[in-house]
């Protein structure tokens, strides 16, 4: 019932910056785990990041290990994705997802429409 809304893409030089916001539109994403996946041109849509209902654990790919943390505001209203040390290879279609703690697509019902990121060499 809640619906996701990505901001703060946008074009960064390689070694740069950027965090993404997820916005939980009419309510907040409390009994919800939050989910960021990517997707890069000719390529399938990917797991990045997933924090559960509680915000207590986190889960990363390894591609994004160290260098992205997913966090949770006390009231669950916003899901950030802090990246750092962008690479060219992170240039993507950044979604955020709300439902099932997991890895996979199918574990999350509610997307957004997603946040363009560019890493520029």
């Known amino acids: 019932q809640v619906q996701p809304v990505e901001s703060g893409g946008g074009l960064v030089q390689a070694g740069g910056s950027l965090r993404l916001s997820c916005a939980a539109s009419?309510?907040?994403?409390?009994?919800?785990?939050a989910g960021w996946f990517r997707q890069a041109p000719g390529k399938e849509r990917e797991f990045v990041a997933t924090?559960?209902?509680?915000?207590?654990?986190?889960d990363y790919d390894d591609s994004v290990k160290g260098r992205f943390t997913i966090s949770s505001d006390s009231a669950k209203s916003t899901v950030l994705l802090q990246m750092n040390n962008l690479e060219p290879e992170d240039t993507a279609v950044y979604y955020c997802?709300?439902?099932?703690?997991?890895?996979?697509?199918?574990?999350?019902?509610?997307w957004g429409q997603g946040t363009q990121v560019t890493v520029s060499l």
């Open positions: 924090i559960s209902s509680s915000g207590i654990t986190t």
């Open positions: 009419g309510g907040t994403f409390s009994g919800y785990a």
């Open positions: 997802a709300v439902g099932n703690f997991g890895r996979t697509n199918r574990d999350y019902k509610h």
